[in-house]
């Protein structure tokens, strides 16, 4: 897959933090001295937990470096670091906050990645996970109906295993609560106003459709772009003032370890 592009990524930056914010709003932890943000993007996660933990050791993961170039520029007094999340180990002292906004829905086997990543906590230690939920929504499903037509689906195959679905609710409670002090799990659905359909498209050409257009040539990815913006103009029709309300389903997790 080709790198991210982190100047598309934070064409809607605030929408894309939002979520970030309020999954650190339920951490519960009063302070904290190792803290890892695992798939930290361009940094604005990050930013967050240093503001939240100012005294702690705040590192940033990603296996973007387009990305971690972005992070480093924009805090450059902090400590970025190339690695899969699907192999992430921490060094040295347990963390005592492992926090994944909007990055583990891109691995599989949530039933093994989850408890191992709880299970590198300190005592009292706390994992905060958000995922975008949004496989059902017309955004996605257009994404696979288009894909799975002539001429896009010779160059990109099965498109429904493009990204895993997540595991319900419960299933992630039941993954973490016999070994956890407590386990908070909700879900957000976030209605973000867009100006157009050209707009949603362009917030889905950094994120959901990346693995769809990287299959394809510069002909197939202009023809398949322009089929999905003709279907998302029909899905999302405009509101009272002519903006599109783009559905956005969020998973949110918030487990802290026995002491």
Not at 39 to 44: A, F, H, I, V
Not at 96 to 110: F, K, M, P, T
Not at 177 to 183: G, N
Not at 184 to 199: F, L
């Amino acid at each position: 897959m080709s790198d991210w592009n982190p100047t598309l990524y934070r064409q809607f930056e605030d929408e894309r933090t939002r979520p970030a914010r309020e999954l650190l709003a339920r951490v519960p932890l009063a302070a904290a001295r190792r803290v890892y943000d695992l798939g930290c993007g361009p940094g604005n996660s990050t930013e967050l937990l240093v503001a939240r933990f100012p005294d702690a050791n705040v590192i940033g993961t990603d296996n973007s470096a387009a990305m971690l170039a972005e992070a480093r520029q924009r805090l450059p007094r902090q400590t970025f670091e190339l690695g899969d999340i699907a192999g992430w180990a921490p060094a040295g002292d347990a963390p005592d906050l492992v926090y994944a906004n909007a990055s583990l829905q891109w691995l599989g086997d949530h039933g093994a990645l989850i408890p191992r990543l709880f299970a590198t906590l300190a005592p009292g230690g706390v994992l905060a996970v958000q995922m975008p939920d949004n496989l059902d929504e017309p955004s996605h499903r257009l994404m696979r109906d288009v894909a799975s037509q002539a001429p896009w689906v010779t160059a990109i195959g099965d498109a429904g295993a493009v990204r895993s679905r997540l595991l319900e609710a419960g299933q992630y409670y039941d993954l973490l609560a016999l070994d956890a002090a407590q386990v908070d799990v909700w879900h957000t659905v976030y209605r973000h106003p867009m100006a157009s359909a050209h707009a949603i498209v362009q917030w889905l050409r950094s994120t959901g459709l990346r693995p769809f257009l990287d299959a394809l040539d510069a002909p197939l990815q202009q023809s398949f772009v322009a089929e999905y913006e003709r279907r998302i103009d029909q899905a999302y029709p405009a509101r009272v003032d002519g903006q599109r309300l783009l559905a956005f389903p969020r998973l949110f997790i918030v487990a802290q370890r026995k002491s």
